[in-house]
T-cell receptor, first 112, second 119 residues
Framework: AQSVTQPDIHITVSEGASLELRCNYS??????LFWYVQSPGQGLQLLLK??????LVQGIKGFEAEFKRSQSSFNLRKPSVHWSDAAEYFC??????????FGPGTRLSVLP | DAGVIQSPRHEVTEMGQEVTLRCKPI?????LFWYRQTMMRGLELLIY????????DSGMPEDRFSAKMPNASFSTLKIQPSEPRDSAVYFC?????????????????FGPGTRLTVT
């Protein structure tokens, strides 16, 4: 069965520091990969997505993610975190003919 | 575009009462999803519709839950009777997909959610 794991429940970084959020998946088919962000009291907003092609994808708000097929990973990165990036981040995976599955989420706190 | 609209934003009800959550998808979108989010279980897909037809309701937890989409601009999720364990945030999302094969590949736009508390 397909699954998505985000090993880090909660991460704290200082403003201006770099960030990497991990995502691993288990899928039988070629996956479509997404990162969403959820601010407190809000719905989810798409940051970026990967379908095919270049394995490094750029998203909104300065985020990027790299697809590594050999590691079944799709980690999210940002070179310099801003206080407004504090939120919950969800990795999601879909595949043709299969339901969309979200990971458990990683909560990001940003220290001033 | 106003985005996905959900109502009410907050609902507090007593156990045993009927609860109806409402969703208006983005105009032109042909797929609609209902999710439930809790601390314990995270974000769970309950049901999704394509062109107003329920495609997969395997995520609906019990017969107490039902969902309808009478037209392209409106959907409801009903819980009858409600129980305290139904307390959660319920999200509606919509997307524009080209056939069922495209369901997994298109961005979903989420509404702000309905926070349900059942006492």
């Amino acid at each position: 069965a397909q699954s998505v794991t985000q090993p880090d429940i909660h991460i704290t970084v200082s403003e201006g520091a770099s960030l990497e959020l991990r995502c691993n998946y288990s899928y039988g088919a070629t996956p479509y990969l997404f990162w969403y962000v959820q601010s407190p009291g809000q719905g989810l907003q798409l940051l970026l997505k990967y379908f095919s092609g270049d394995t490094l994808v750029q998203g909104i708000k300065g985020f990027e993610a790299e697809f590594k097929r050999s590691q079944s990973s799709f980690n999210l990165r940002k070179p310099s975190v801003h206080w407004s990036d504090a939120a919950e981040y969800f990795c999601a995976v879909g595949a043709v003919g299969q339901n969309f599955v979200f990971g458990p989420g990683t909560r990001l706190s940003v220290l001033p | 575009d106003a985005g996905v609209i959900q109502s009410p934003r907050h609902e507090v009800t007593e156990m045993g009462q009927e609860v109806t959550l409402r969703c208006k998808p983005i105009s032109g979108h042909n797929s609609l999803f209902w999710y439930r989010q809790t601390m314990m279980r995270g974000l769970e897909l309950l049901i999704y519709f394509n062109n107003n037809v329920p495609i997969d309701d395997s995520g609906m937890p019990e017969d107490r839950f039902s969902a309808k989409m009478p037209n392209a601009s409106f959907s409801t999720l009903k819980i009858q009777p409600s129980e305290p364990r139904d307390s959660a945030v319920y999200f509606c999302a919509s997307s524009q997909t080209l056939g069922l094969m495209g369901l997994a590949s298109n961005e979903q736009y989420f509404g702000p959610g309905t926070r349900l508390t059942v006492t």
